[in-house]
């Protein structure tokens, strides 16, 4: 059985950092491109950074210099280092596994941005 389990969401000030990490299992990970994608209320998920089986990285413009996306493949974990945060970044963050057709979402993490 596939498990993709977040963590490290919370409640945090502007230019704050929080780090969330999500942990694999029932997948052989260093296969898997790796992602993390946000879906604030009323609006459409989108991607926010994304890493290779290979390392390459790719972030959304507007996390750019703030946001960076590492992976462990010999914990099977993936984490997103969040810097200098926003209120809108404010939103439910879910990491995402991608090998060929096979694709899968863990539950989520709420990230709040706020004073």
């Known amino acids: 059985q596939v498990q993709l389990v977040e963590s490290g969401g919370g409640l945090v000030q502007p230019g704050g950092s929080l780090r969330l990490s999500c942990a694999a299992s029932?997948?052989?990970?260093?296969?898997?491109?790796m992602g993390w994608y946000c879906q604030a209320p009323g609006k459409q998920r989108e991607l926010v950074a994304a890493i290779t089986s290979d390392g390459s990285t790719n972030y959304a413009d507007s996390v750019k210099g703030r946001f960076t996306i590492s992976r462990d493949n010999a914990k099977n974990t993936v984490v997103l280092q969040m810097n200098s945060l926003k209120p809108e970044d404010t939103a439910v963050y879910y990491c995402n596994a991608v090998f060929g057709v096979r694709h899968y979402w863990g539950q989520g993490t709420q990230v709040t941005v706020s004073s």
């Open positions: 029932g997948i052989i990970f260093r296969f898997y491109a």
